[in-house]
């Protein structure tokens, strides 16, 4: 089952483990994955209480004999945020260029349960997908609804994975209902969620696995994901953290404002593309390429110097090795370029 953190999916795996603890313990034969995903550039906050809630899963499944596994992906090292971005100057995403998506959550995602399919023959991935979420969601849910009424349904990419989604018609009130009038099974309260929440003033970024869901990811809402997401014009759930007391968490929502600023501003783009051809728009205006080199070294100046000011790991070093490297590829090749154009200007000039 997806886990984001958020109400839905928690209550999706609160049903779970209730109706695991209702089966005798000789019953309790098939393994159970909570599936969880770390973009590696997650909302501080919602990292830490993820963080937390894995550990009690861990802690609970063992405690009472569960066949369950809690597993965390996240991106290929060479597909990071920091690496396309800061490394290859992929422009920050937008609308247009959700390039962060299928590299961040889909693939690594997507990979796990593939590999889980080929162990097992199949599959039965549980979604705390809601029809009430949004316009967009509603459709996504009808489309690969089955037709004969059915609550499986073959997952779209996935093969040997079926997709069910237990609370697809509740409404938000019910959900917070059940989560209140029930305690986790796992120990507790639900209490830090509700904080989560309200804290944030809005709800999170679902686990994605693929493009048709994609653009619940970094929609207009006030969603906690990525804090370096530049595909929503404001990033509402930071700002309702610092309005909430986290006010050591500015520097970020500054640096995500000023990422999102310099995204289309010329100066900082190279002319020609990665693979060094020149793409025109329609008037015959070239389209910017990736950031340029000297763009690179000061957003990641920018970063590191964000990073000490709120103490918190915002880039790995093994991140900041794989950009290095990238420079010095890019460097290169950019040498040769000009070189080939040079020679290519005064080939016919050679006495």
């Known amino acids: ?62 405690d009472l004999a569960l066949p369950m596994t809690v597993v965390k992906t996240t991106p ?11 490394g290859r100057g992929y422009p920050s995403p937008n609308r247009m260029f959700r390039w962060c998506t299928d590299r961040m959550k889909i693939r690594p995602t997507s990979d796990y349960i593939t590999s889980t399919v080929a162990a097992n023959g199949q599959a039965i991935l549980l979604l705390g997908v809601r029809r009430a979420e949004s316009a967009v969601r509603a459709a996504s849910v009808d489309r690969y609804a089955p037709k004969d009424g059915s609550r499986l349904n073959p997952h779209n990419d996935l093969k040997g994975c079926l997709v069910f989604r237990p609370i697809v018609d509740l409404e938000t009130d019910e959900v917070w209902q059940l989560l209140l009038q029930r305690p986790p099974p796992w120990g507790g309260s639900h209490r830090d969620l509700v904080t989560l929440y309200r804290n944030a003033q809005g709800g999170e970024c679902p686990l994605v696995l693929d493009n048709d869901e994609a653009p619940s990811c970094g929609s207009n809402s006030s969603r906690f994901g990525c804090w370096t997401c530049t595909v929503v014009e404001k990033d509402k759930s930071m700002e309702g953290f610092i309005d909430n007391g986290f006010d050591h968490l500015e520097p970020l929502l500054y640096f995500r404002d000023w990422l999102a600023a310099i995204r289309n501003d010329r100066a900082r783009r190279q002319r020609t593309r990665r693979n060094g051809l020149v793409t025109l728009m329609k008037d015959g205006t070239p389209v910017p390429g990736p950031f340029t080199l000297e763009a690179r070294r000061e957003i990641l100046e920018r970063l590191l110097a964000v990073q000490r000011e709120v103490g918190l790991e915002l880039i790995t070093a093994k991140e900041q090795s794989t950009i290095r490297r990238l420079w010095s590829h890019d460097a290169a090749e950019e040498a040769r370029r000009t070189l080939a154009a040079i020679r290519g200007a005064h080939k016919d000039s050679t006495p």
Request: zero cysteines; aromatic letters at 6%; glycine letters at 4%.
């Open 1 to 62: 089952m997806g886990y984001s953190g958020g109400k839905d999916s928690t209550l999706v795996l609160q049903l779970v483990f209730e109706v695991l603890l209702d089966l005798d313990p000789s019953a309790r034969r098939r393994p159970v994955h909570v599936l969880t995903n770390d973009t590696l550039v997650e909302s501080p906050i919602l990292a830490s209480y993820i963080e937390a809630m894995i550990e009690k899963l861990r802690v609970a499944a063992n």
């Open 76 to 86: 290929d090292p060479e597909q990071t945020f920091w690496v396309n971005l800061i």
